[in-house]
């Protein structure tokens, strides 16, 4: 029998088909055959009791001993034996290997959503993503399981039944199938119905589980617009919809039940009445009469679950496809081929004929930017000037339309994405933290870091004020997303996670916009030493973050405008030196009101 293969390890070269599921099956199919074998001697055994019964009721209307009579019953125990011990083994198997194949796929699934690149999760939906991994995953198991077994029973007794029922009497054989065609037909009317039913049901589950994602995540502005009435009333419609569309996949779903019973009752008393006749004229024997109407039993049974058997098929083949979707989706990011890199690297980034494209409209176009190695370049510009859109092309969280980014004269398509990422800290707009310890959140990119290293990152960062006020220090586990800090903690962290990396390429994405601006100069000030021999990228709203940098490039309208250092660009009273005048008399007035505040605080 073929072992599990451990967790994570690829499938056997030679089967590189689109579909994960088919070639899962293909591997374990020693498995299968093994437990359907099973099966089918399970199902025979099963169906022989009727002819021992039979031998021995004609047997009893000719005299018959006691010892012939244990004789019949010790054969009935035996082949009960045997189908019991063959039905275990062949369910244990079949639905063991479902359940391999359910871990794997998970493991498959998850792997590739890693893989898939940024663009990928800004149209795709949390709650689908979550509905596909979990309830799809574990209707693909049942399909591959139980389902799989009780399909091929009821295939098994078919074949079997039909075959010794003809054996004894062809004509009443054909008597009690004469329903056969009516039961092929609400079979296709059920299952054409059942999978439309199924896939609504999916759907809308994704979006339910997509809005109890979004309301937990985003209590703080529930709470903080007085939204909960509103958010309630607006998940109970959905839950609504969700309640409606499984009422009408569990009418269908359990409608076949019925319908089956009541034909195959109507072929049993059909079937009863023409054999008793028999049995009367003599044309047919007792024994043969009472097997063929056990074996009649045993078919019906089995016919009756048919209709549990056909739904639970086609939830299982929409559970496939919609699994399929996403393991079919193609990274649009994959790793470079080169295998020689530059050691150590140095950091020279270079952005040459750049031009990115979303949904046909240009928002970065014919950018030409090159960044000497430990530079401090800035970012400056307006929001959606594209300042984030090209510091996330150096770290490939998407490629450009056209052009190319390069770092250390290689084209980032060309590196490997574990070694180019390694060699780049990058701070995003938004902090994200995990629901673990401060510790673990810093360490998340260099674990093996030493106390001192924390301590530095945490200082440099102006996180270690805020760690004396908590009772854990860093070992201080914080909730979801970091829920439990402020935004500036937040930021902070994430700062502090990136300086512990020390990775030769920083990119600073507004990362210090929800920290004061006190603590801000306190930060830049002690980044100073850190960033030199460094290469940092710096975006930023505040001018006042970068105008110590080598070089500012201003982006409006998706290009550079303007380039040099600060002084060289408020001389040239352009696209900059406007938007720096602008700060400043915000800057000013924010200090005149605050003063009238204070002045009439005073008063009072």
């Known amino acids: 029998m073929t072992s599990a293969p451990e967790a994570g390890t690829p499938l056997p070269p030679g089967r590189a088909g689109s579909n994960r599921i088919v070639q899962y099956v293909l591997h374990y199919r020693w498995r299968y055959l093994g437990g359907l074998a099973a099966l089918i001697v399970a199902t025979v055994a099963a169906l022989l009791p009727p002819f021992v019964v039979q031998r021995a009721v004609d047997d009893l209307g000719d005299g018959i001993a006691a010892t012939s009579l244990a004789r019949y019953a010790l054969l009935i125990v035996l082949f009960a034996a045997i189908e019991g011990t063959l039905r275990y083994y062949s369910r244990m198997v079949v639905s063991g290997t479902s359940r391999i194949i359910e871990y794997r796929l998970r493991d498959d699934l998850a792997r590739h959503l890693m893989s898939l690149d940024h663009n990928y999760y800004v149209h795709a939906r949390t709650g689908d993503l979550m509905s596909r991994a979990t309830n799809d995953l574990q209707a693909v198991r049942d399909v591959l399981g139980p389902s799989l077994v009780d399909m091929s029973r009821i295939l098994v007794v078919g074949i079997a039944g039909i075959t010794f029922m003809l054996l004894i009497d062809v004509r009443l054989t054909l008597i009690a199938l004469i329903y056969l065609p009516v039961v092929i037909g609400l079979m296709s009317f059920f299952e054409t119905n059942v999978e439309t039913r199924f896939r609504e049901v999916q759907e809308q589950l994704s979006l339910l589980t997509d809005r109890a994602q979004e309301n937990v995540a985003g209590i703080r502005a529930v709470k903080a617009y007085a939204q909960e009435e509103a958010e309630i009333a607006s998940f109970a419609t959905a839950n609504e919809v969700m309640r409606r569309r499984s009422m009408r996949l569990a009418l269908y779903h359990s409608g076949l039940f019925p319908v089956m019973g009541a034909l195959t009752g109507a072929g049993t008393l059909l079937v009863l009445w023409v054999g008793g006749h028999n049995v009367v004229q003599g044309n047919m024997s007792m024994g043969e009469f009472v097997a063929f109407n056990f074996i009649l039993a045993v078919l019906a049974n089995q016919l009756t679950a048919v209709g549990w058997v056909v739904a639970m098929a086609q939830l299982g083949t929409v559970a496939i496809r919609r699994v399929n979707e996403v393991l079919r989706t193609p990274p649009a990011v994959v790793d470079g081929p080169a295998t020689t890199l530059p050691s150590p690297v140095r950091g020279e980034v270079e952005f040459v004929d750049v031009s990115v494209a979303f949904g046909g409209r240009e928002v970065l176009r014919d950018i030409n930017l090159r960044i000497p190695a430990g530079a401090t370049v800035a970012l400056v510009g307006g929001t959606g000037a594209g300042k984030t859109t090209l510091a996330s092309l150096l770290v490939r969280l998407s490629d450009p339309s056209r052009g190319g980014v390069r770092l250390d004269g290689l084209d980032v398509r060309e590196w490997p994405l574990d070694a180019l990422r390694d060699a780049i800290a990058f701070v995003p707009q938004e902090a994200f933290l995990f629901s673990d310890s401060i510790r673990e959140n810093i360490s998340y990119g260099r674990p093996e870091a030493e106390s001192a290293e924390y301590e530095a990152a945490t200082r440099i960062s102006r996180l270690s004020n805020d760690l004396k006020d908590l009772q854990d220090g860093l070992d201080t586990t914080i909730g979801e997303r970091g829920v439990t800090l402020s935004g500036g903690q937040k930021q902070r962290?994430?700062?502090?996670?990136?300086?512990?990396?020390?990775?030769?390429?920083?990119?600073?994405?507004?990362?210090?916009?929800?920290?004061?601006?006190?603590?801000?100069?306190?930060?830049?000030?002690?980044?100073?030493?850190?960033m030199r021999g460094r290469t940092t990228i710096l975006i930023a709203h505040r001018t006042s973050t970068l105008r110590d940098a080598d070089l500012l490039a201003v982006i409006e309208d998706g290009t550079i405008?303007?380039?040099?250092?600060?002084?060289?660009?408020?001389?040239?009273?352009?696209?900059?030196?406007?938007?720096?005048?602008?700060?400043?008399?915000?800057?000013?007035?924010?200090?005149q009101q605050a003063a009238l505040d204070l002045d009439g605080g005073g008063g009072t």
């Open 493 to 530: 962290a994430a700062l502090a996670r990136a300086l512990l990396k020390q990775a030769p390429v920083l990119v600073l994405d507004d990362a210090l916009s929800h920290v004061d601006t006190q603590t801000e100069e306190q930060i830049l000030h002690s980044l100073r030493e850190v």
């Open 561 to 591: 405008v303007e380039r040099g250092t600060h002084e060289q660009l408020l001389a040239a009273g352009g696209v900059y030196a406007r938007i720096y005048r602008e700060q400043l008399e915000a800057e000013r007035r924010a200090q």
